[in-house]
T-cell receptor, first 116, second 113 residues
Framework: GAVVSQHPSRVICKSGTSVKIECRSLDFQATTMFWYRQFPKKSLMLMATSNEGSKATYEQGVEKDKFLINHASLTLSTLTVTSAHPEDSSFYIC????????????FGPGTRLLVL | GDSVTQMEGPVTLSEEAFLTINCTYTATGYPSLFWYVQYPGEGLQLLLKATKADDKGSNKGFEATYRKETTSFHLEKGSVQVSDSAVYFCALRGTGANSKLTFGKGITLSVRP
């Protein structure tokens, strides 16, 4: 149980286009979802926290107009990278916290974004 | 603010060797401490955790003890296997209603047959 999926697993896009990444909790309801960015040989950086039905809370330095987060249901959150540029190329990871067990976050497998 | 420091990697060991991965932290109050593992091509999985001082978390032969006096949570395993090859992240969650996970940089472990 407690599986989180991400789609797509890998995406290549042209500079200036927008890319949407989906994060789904497959077998539980997630009250809170988190979006992280992972740079090579560096730690996971929390980008934003989203609660179902409300606006996401962004971390300092993360552009909310560039990284649009929607948490429309208890099992789905989306991250849209708008007008992507090569510097947005990274590994994006989502995680979800179950309604019934607030201590543990369950992580998705990540999405590799490459902007050309 | 909260921070987690992990030893520099990568680490390469032979099968059945003893493993120690160091982790120290800086936080106010009494954080919860975690070790996550990321196998190739997969997401992070919780390996073990400890929520208060002197607690020992254990799973799959791995152990870590919450040492408040040294602000450490070192990961150990007595005999590693090839299947333990992965990236290991130390993390903490601070106290407070809106506390978030803070991760270390991660360390890559490769185990040779």
């Amino acid at each position: 149980g407690a599986v989180v999926s991400q789609h797509p697993s890998r995406v290549i896009c042209k500079s200036g286009t927008s890319v949407k990444i989906e994060c789904r909790s497959l077998d539980f309801q997630a009250t809170t979802m988190f979006w992280y960015r992972q740079f090579p040989k560096k730690s996971l950086m929390l980008m934003a926290t989203s609660n179902e039905g409300s606006k996401a809370t962004y971390e300092q330095g993360v552009e909310k107009d560039k990284f649009l987060i929607n948490h429309a249901s208890l099992t789905l959150s989306t991250l849209t990278v708008t007008s992507a540029h090569p510097e947005d190329s990274s590994f994006y990871i989502c995680s979800a916290m179950a309604r019934w067990y607030q201590e543990t976050q369950y992580f998705g497998p990540g999405t590799r974004l490459l902007v050309l | 603010g909260d921070s987690v420091t992990q030893m520099e990697g990568p680490v390469t060991l032979s099968e059945e060797a003893f493993l120690t991965i160091n982790c120290t932290y800086t936080a106010t109050g009494y954080p919860s401490l975690f070790w996550y593992v990321q196998y190739p091509g997969e997401g992070l999985q919780l390996l073990l955790k400890a929520t208060k001082a002197d607690d020992k978390g254990s799973n799959k032969g791995f152990e870590a003890t919450y040492r408040k006096e040294t602000t450490s949570f070192h990961l150990e395993k007595g005999s590693v296997q090839v299947s333990d090859s992965a990236v290991y992240f130390c993390a903490l969650r601070g106290t407070g209603a809106n506390s978030k996970l803070t991760f270390g940089k991660g360390i890559t472990l490769s185990v040779r047959p």
